[in-house]
């Protein structure tokens, strides 16, 4: 083809690069996660998270009056409790950090922000496993009452999505029964459907001290050599009732992504977790790497895989990045 054919003349200067450009990230992408602790004053800098914070519950009004003002449309809460117990009382409590934070901020913002609650019991169980432990066993069918009044409790705080994280069978259907039961028919529920048994879930578990005294969550989360069960992971939530579904980790399973975009074009999230996070930061630290070319690259190509939702740690900077700032 060539000289006829010559792809740079569309690379030639930003305005015709702007113009043919295939993908757009937008600030109405971003889902920033945030962690609320009991029981502090002072909010705490998360060590292998620099720039993230476990936050009193006197921060969250004004965290959320930032992420307004920056654009920022959603917020995923994580609670850590003062006590964690076998049952995970504090993650159904009524008045647990979390029902109170999501009140907190909707008095505050309204419907100005997205208030997402994430549904698990491993940051309230003494023993870090997301269900209910039976010797060393996990146990499925215990567990879901408790993912069902947690997410009952949540609703009934005023958030406006669920995000059940604990990846039991079946939990989707019980939560969404249980909604319906109390009046939520509207609740929409976002799960983390794909769900792998990842290795850069770390520093998030020293941030909410979840992490497993015993064992692993490889009998619950998936395989990371699994594609195909991904898609039936899926399928299943969607016939359970999930509004959209979530493929978790992002960057190492960009192919996960595309393909369960591909075959049930529903709302797809896709979460930029911790480790991911924590790496960037290392590299930008030493020097290695450009932190804000680097992001912004990461970031599009989460969405051109397919995700329309972006959960990270990233977001506030990354919105004002995209503004020019
Ligand atoms: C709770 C939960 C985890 C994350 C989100 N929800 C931890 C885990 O499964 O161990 C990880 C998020 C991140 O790494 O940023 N089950």
Redesign the pocket.
């Known amino acids: 083809m060539f000289p006829t054919k010559r792809m740079r003349r569309l690379r030639k200067n930003e305005k015709i690069r702007a113009m043919v450009r295939e993908t757009a990230l937008e600030k109405d992408d971003f889902i920033f ?1 945030i962690f609320v602790k009991e029981g502090i004053k002072k909010k705490e800098e998360i060590e292998a998270m620099p720039g993230q914070f476990r936050l009193p519950l006197e921060e969250v009004r004004d965290e959320a009056l930032e992420l307004v003002s920056l654009g920022i449309p959603a917020v995923i809460l994580f609670g850590i409790p003062v006590r964690k117990d076998s049952a995970a009382s504090e993650a159904y409590n009524p008045h647990g950090i979390v029902q109170k934070a999501v009140r907190e901020i909707k008095d505050e913002v309204g419907d100005d922000l997205v208030v997402i609650t ?1 549904v ?1 019991l ?1 940051e309230y169980t003494e023993h870090g496993h ?1 269900g209910v432990v039976e010797g060393e066993k996990i146990l499925n069918d215990a567990t879901l009452s408790l993912l069902a009044k947690t997410a009952v409790s949540h609703a009934e705080a005023g958030c406006d999505v669920v995000a059940p ?2 990846m039991m069978d079946g939990r989707v259907k019980a939560i969404r029964e249980a909604l319906d039961d109390s009046g939520f028919e509207n609740m929409i529920i976002m799960s983390y459907a794909a769900k792998y048994a990842s290795s ?2 770390s ?3 020293e941030a909410a001290a ?1 992490a497993p005294a015993f064992g692993d ?1 490889k009998s619950y ?1 998936m395989d990371a050599a699994n594609v195909n069960e991904a898609l039936q992971e899926v399928s299943l939530d969607i016939q359970e009732g999930a509004d959209i579904i979530m493929v978790k980790p992002a960057l190492a399973y960009l192919d996960v992504i595309r393909r369960v975009k591909a075959e049930f074009g529903v709302p797809t999230a896709a ?1 930029n ?3 991911e996070y924590a790496l960037v930061k290392a590299g930008s630290e030493k020097g290695f790497i450009d932190e804000k070319n680097v992001v912004l690259e990461i970031l599009t190509s989460i969405k051109r895989a397919g995700a329309d939702l972006i959960l990270t740690y990233h977001a506030k900077d990354a919105a004002r990045w995209l503004e020019g700032k």
């Open positions: 996660p994430d698990c491993c997301c994280s604990d850069f879930y520093p998030f578990r979840s969550r989360q979460y977790v911790s480790g």
